[in-house]
């Protein structure tokens, strides 16, 4: 059979979160742009719920130089240095269009953009809208699109990229009762977000389940450094259906200090300089530690207090952290919050150009879904101007780039249609396998990682992906994708792990001793493809 | 872990023809959400069920759903053992799945200005609490405006304040909130009640647009006759016949036996000048049960009709003098019957008095027991009271003293926020609507506690529309026939 719908358009953008967004924003200046999303534009993604902020160099105090080097060491130096380099100059700007398109960022009584200072960084330089900036940003680009002539695809599960020879052509997708469509393109931009759904703990919306990872590598993308997976350090603990949910890096931003179960501020046995503002990797590593070593709470978390705060500094910095505390009857104002590390971000990605180029032709890819960026640890702050940055310039490449000829490969499409087909006949409720390999995936692929157990990690994820799993009906055969692509995704964490022999950021090897700090690491970004897979090494100076 | 059942409420266009629910028991976590578990249906029990969620952590607004008919976001709440889960009001697409895609179109977007500036910290202060809002659209569901008429909802008017608030955006905000229904909304508060956010939508966004509105030549014509009206009168409706103060002729009523408490009795215009016969019945109930009361005669509007459609010009004179009257006399509680007065005088006063709904009165000082008449009855909820002053229970408690009560879902009549003036077809759709509810529940007779529902609703239903005083009186007023008469001292008669 062939598809009934075939939808053609110049740029293709799949997905809806602050990068998508504003990809299509700027595509839609050079021709018909189409955005196609899991979810209801503006609703889905992980943007909507970032809370802390936007870093940006807005004070003649503060510099780019100094924002780039805060960003490449908070990396551990694994960054792309040209496209931190980027962020950092350009984030300003960006932050700029926000201002200009609408956006509710809070201010100084001098009228300034208020900054807040966040960790690993020596300057204050997080802008805010309370404790819902990501919120602000999304209905500010939204606003923004609705203005546009960017035709809107909501709720389309794209499955997988089309492919003209080497060339991405578009994608093909199911819609919300699961009948497939096509798409076409002379440039597709993938900016699906992340994929830390693949754990148990994680404060990933519905959407963070890796398909931009998944649909870039079977079409031959490569992907770099997918080994580094950021824990944010606080994510809440109770009730057992809310865990992982995140509690924003804000409230130590504020002023917010963790204890531990006897009373001891125990950051300062960590990063005594930084304290709780140190980078998330030493303060996710610090709480685990702490939790491991028998000094957690009862819930299994540690204290994160803000009750010496004054109550109305609470009420307007961090009113969403009050309000969802209240639903679960702690008021933060009076009690401590209980947080333990949850599965937040992943690094690494689809390698870049800073024109946003993957490795295909006609492949952009921007936001979470791209690596190099942040290297091996991430600063708060620093994705939601990723957002922008790279959207922007995702969207400028892609619209810029020629019109082709596209040629659907029937084979291609038959072969899809047939791998959903075989969903129709499983036997295995996908649910379970979903729950099996995150559960696989925190255990073995965690903060703390060997390789015995990454082997082991990998060998389960091989069983799961082999399972026939089963779609109840058409509009299930999304969710039988989507588990595929969570299964691809852990493989790929799982893989770059082993091929990554030390300790570098937020990935530690506890079965590697190294003599040399990040800084003199001989190692460069570990790759994967279905061609190749490999570490880089560098020249390190003497 | 703990097991609990609910009933959800499914509905499949492709298979059937309508909606049914099917009860599911499963097995949850404490704590757990109503999200949670409708996953555990959809992962164990039924791959079938549809439902829309993102964020899980309230911030996305994707999965708003009723709960025991209430709209909640299934992220947030907790689930408890029994309860019903239906989609919210809106054109279903599938079970819980709600087509949301035409209202959020419908929002306006900034139009950024040429030269746009950063806008300066009072202006950023105004405009943050109505940008809370994660467009869930739980407030277009239950409001009864859209229903009936040409009304985008109050998120859209929420946007278009937001809007119009920002110097950063160029558009012409007041004409467009005008155009897609600014004076249809009834200001019946029910939006704002069920917001996750608590945005108060009519008070912060519309009443404000209204004013605007105003400055701009908007207002309505009907409006303005009632802006008028109270200037040159002092009361939002004429006269047709004698005025309570007329009929009752006296400043004090002492009751019939000790003084319990002495209250001042804001009587509203309603009660003065068009249903006096109904105020003189709540003095009689009053009285009967202890309470003095004092009605200064210097009261005026208390300026609600003006509020409601943004007519501020000379409110602050109303509530001077309206302030001076009871203050003069050194009252400290202030009663009202009217909701619309009462709410008024809770929300958009600072009174220097407590006050209270003559149902709250009566409930703190208790009533002698009326007798019970064979009478089905069911009561209305008047906006104003049980949204605006949060009163539901009191009223209905002491009704069912009276009569027995059988209940009709809440909601507006339609004559508030000066619709049945400025929109009558839509009040009248409105009235229409609670009348088949009214039939619906076969009573005998609609008791309520607000002239304006009173006075609309009689003319929309063929049953009588009584005020929970009249009743009370009436129960009173057998008893007294039931003593005379020398009937044996059994369940109703006289202590």
Not at chain 1, 533 to 540: K, P, T
Request: charged share 25%.
């Amino acid at each position: 059979m062939l598809a009934d719908d075939v939808v053609d358009c110049h740029v293709l953008v799949i997905g809806s979160g602050g990068a998508g967004v504003r990809a299509a924003i700027e595509a839609s200046q050079y021709g018909e742009t189409v955005l196609v999303s899991k979810t209801i534009v503006g609703k889905g993604g992980c943007t909507t719920m970032a809370e802390g902020g936007y870093n940006a160099v807005m004070r003649e105090a503060d510099s780019c130089g100094i924002h780039r080097e805060d960003t490449l060491k908070g990396g551990a130096y694994l960054n792309d240095p040209e496209l931190v380099r980027i962020l950092a100059n350009e984030a300003p700007l960006r932050m700029g269009d926000l201002i200009r398109w609408g956006a509710v960022f809070d201010v100084t009584d001098t009228d300034e953009i208020a900054q807040r200072p966040f960790g690993g960084q020596r300057f204050p330089r997080t802008c805010y809208a309370g404790d819902r900036t990501g919120h602000e940003m999304m209905t500010t680009l939204v606003e923004r699109l609705d203005g546009t002539k960017v035709s809107l695809m909501q709720e389309y599960t794209v499955i997988d990229l089309l492919m003209d020879g080497e060339t991405v052509c578009g994608a093909m997708a199911l819609d919300e009762k699961g009948r497939f469509i096509l798409m076409t393109a002379d440039s597709t931009i993938l900016a699906t977000g992340g994929g830390t759904k693949v754990y148990d703990i994680s404060t990933n919306s519905s959407s963070g389940t890796g398909d931009g990872y998944a649909i870039g590598y079977r079409a031959g993308a490569e992907l770099i450094d997918m080994e580094m997976v950021q824990f944010h350090p606080t994510g809440a603990v109770f009730p057992y259906d809310a865990r992982g949910r995140l509690v924003t890096e804000a409230v130590r931003g504020e002023g917010g200090v963790l204890i531990n179960s006897i009373g001891e501020r125990f950051m300062q046995q960590y990063d005594p300089e930084r304290m709780e503002l140190s980078t998330r990797d030493v303060v996710a590593r610090a709480i685990a530690t702490e939790i491991q070593s028998g000094r957690g709470t009862k819930t299994g978390g540690v204290f994160l207090d803000v009750t010496h705060l004054p109550k109305e500094r609470i009420e307007t910095r961090l009113p969403v952290m009050l309000e969802q505390f209240l639903k679960f009857g702690v008021d933060i104002r009076t009690q401590p919050m209980e947080v333990a590390p949850t599965a937040h971000h992943i690094m690494g990605g689809l390698r870049i150009t800073p024109e946003c180029q993957t490795t295909l032709p006609g492949l952009f890819a921007c936001g979470e879904v791209s690596g190099g960026v942040h290297g091996a640890n991430r600063l708060g702050g620093n994705a939601l101007a990723e957002t922008q940055v790279f959207g922007r310039r995702a969207g400028e490449a892609a619209g810029k780039a020629g019109k082709r000829d596209k040629t659907i490969d029937l084979m291609q499409v038959e072969q899809q249609q047939d791998r959903l087909e075989a969903f129709l006949e499983g036997d295995e409720n996908p649910a379970k396998v979903r729950v099996q390999l995150q559960k696989a995936m925190w255990k073995g692929a965690g903060i703390f990682r060997t390789a015995p157990d990454l082997q082991n990690t990998l060998k389960t994820i091989a069983t799961l992906s082999s399972a026939k799993i089963k779609a109840g009906s058409p509009q299930n055969l999304g969710e039988c994708c989507i588990l595929q692509n969570m299964c691809l995704t852990a493989s790929l964490i799982c893989r770059s792990a082993l091929i990554r022999e030390e300790s570098r950021g937020a990935h530690v090897r506890r079965d590697v001793q190294q003599p040399y700090d990040a800084q003199n690491s001989p190692f460069g970004h570990t790759f994967l493809s279905l061609s190749r897979q490999g570490i880089e090494h560098r020249e390190v100076g003497a | 872990m703990k097991e609990l059942t609910v009933r959800i409420k499914r509905f499949d266009p492709e298979k059937d023809e309508a909606s049914h629910f099917e009860d599911y028991t499963v097995k949850v976590n404490d704590g757990a959400r109503v999200l949670n578990v409708l996953h555990v249906i959809h992962d164990t029990l039924d791959s079938s069920l549809s439902y829309r969620y993102s964020c899980a952590s309230g911030q996305c607004g994707s999965c708003a759903v009723r709960v025991n008919g209430e709209p909640v976001l299934a992220c947030m709440e907790e689930a408890r053992d029994g309860i019903t889960i239906e989609p919210i009001h809106l054109p279903v697409k599938k079970d819980l799945v709600v087509d949301l895609l035409p209202t959020l179109e419908a929002i306006a977007f900034l139009q950024p200005a040429e030269h746009a500036v950063l806008p300066k910290k009072s202006e950023i202060d105004a405009i943050k609490p109505l940008k809370d809002c994660i467009e869930c659209l739980a407030c277009v569901s239950v409001c009864p405006a859209v229903d009936v008429t040409k009304f985008l909802g109050p998120t859209a008017m929420r946007q278009q304040m937001r809007l119009a608030l920002d110097p950063r955006d160029c558009g012409d905000r007041i004409a467009d909130a005008v155009r897609d229904g600014l004076f249809t909304c009834t200001t019946c508060q029910a939006c704002w009640k069920v917001c996750p956010k608590e945005i108060e939508i009519p008070s912060k966004a519309i009443e404000k647009l209204r004013a605007q509105a105003n400055q701009r030549g908007f207002t309505l014509p009907k409006h303005q006759e009632v802006a008028l009206l109270v200037r040159d009168t002092g009361r939002s409706v004429a006269r047709t016949g004698p005025t309570f103060a007329e009929l009752l002729d006296a400043d004090v009523v002492e009751p019939l036996g000790a003084v319990r408490a002495t209250v001042g009795f804001f009587v509203g215009c309603m009660y003065t000048v068009r249903l006096p016969r109904t105020a003189l019945d709540a003095i009689e109930v009053l009285k009967r049960n202890g309470i003095k009361v004092i009605i200064p005669r210097e009261q005026v509007c208390c300026g609600s009709p003006l509020i409601r459609t943004g007519q501020l010009a000379f409110l602050d004179t109303l509530k001077k003098r309206n302030m001076d009257a009871f203050r003069f006399r050194g009252i400290d509680t202030v009663i009202t019957m009217c909701a619309g007065c009462g709410s008024t005088l809770k929300n958009d006063y600072k009174t220097p008095f407590k006050v209270m709904d003559i149902s709250e009165v009566l409930t703190k000082y208790g009533i002698e027991t009326p007798a019970h008449l064979p009478i089905k009855a069911t009561y209305h909820d008047p906006c104003h009271l049980m949204r605006g002053q949060g009163i539901k229970d009191l009223p209905r408690n002491l009704i069912r003293q009276v009569v027995d009560i059988v209940e009709m879902p809440s909601i507006c009549c339609g004559s508030g926020g000066g619709v049945r003036s400025g929109n009558p077809e839509e009040a009248a759709a409105l009235g229409s609507r609670r009348g088949e509810e009214i039939k619906k529940t076969r009573a005998e007779i609609v008791v309520t506690s607000c002239p304006f529902c009173e006075f609309h609703i009689a003319g929309h239903t063929d049953k009588q529309v009584k005020n929970i005083s009249t009743v009370l009186l009436e129960g009173y007023k057998e008893k007294d026939r039931m003593k005379a008469a020398g009937f044996p001292k059994g369940k109703n008669s006289p202590d």
